[in-house]
């Protein structure tokens, strides 16, 4: 059974930084590409950020030069760093495996980002 727990949400002003973390088990990590998604309510989940099995990332134009996707295969667990955060940025995050530009094949529960003008 394939889990992703997602932590690191919060509160925080505009300009300012956090780092979500997913940690994941049920499958082989190293094989697959995992991604970062967020939704606003009355709004389409998009996707923010992906990398692949072999650390090729892939961004959404909005957040380009600003958050930064790793992964650490020795921990199963894959991070989103967003920095210069933006109202806009506010939104549940959640992190996915799959390839980018492609149906995720499961979803972790979400973490709330909040950024404060």
């Known amino acids: 059974q394939v889990q992703l727990v997602e932590s690191g949400g919060g509160l925080v002003q505009a300009g300012g930084s956090l780092r979500l973390s997913c940690a994941s088990s049920?499958?082989?990590?190293?094989?697959?590409?995992m991604g970062w998604h967020r939704q606003v309510p009355g709004k389409q989940r998009e996707p923010v950020a992906g990398?692949?099995?072999?650390?090729?990332?892939n961004y959404a134009d909005s957040v380009k030069g600003r958050f930064t996707i790793s992964r650490d295969n020795a921990k199963n667990t894959v991070y989103l760093q967003m920095n210069s955060l933006r109202p806009e940025d506010t939104a549940v995050y959640y992190c996915a495996v799959g390839d980018w530009g492609t149906r995720a094949a499961y979803w972790g529960q979400g973490t709330q980002v909040t950024v404060s003008s």
């Open positions: 049920g499958l082989i990590f190293r094989l697959n590409a």
């Open positions: 990398i692949s099995s072999n650390g090729n990332t």
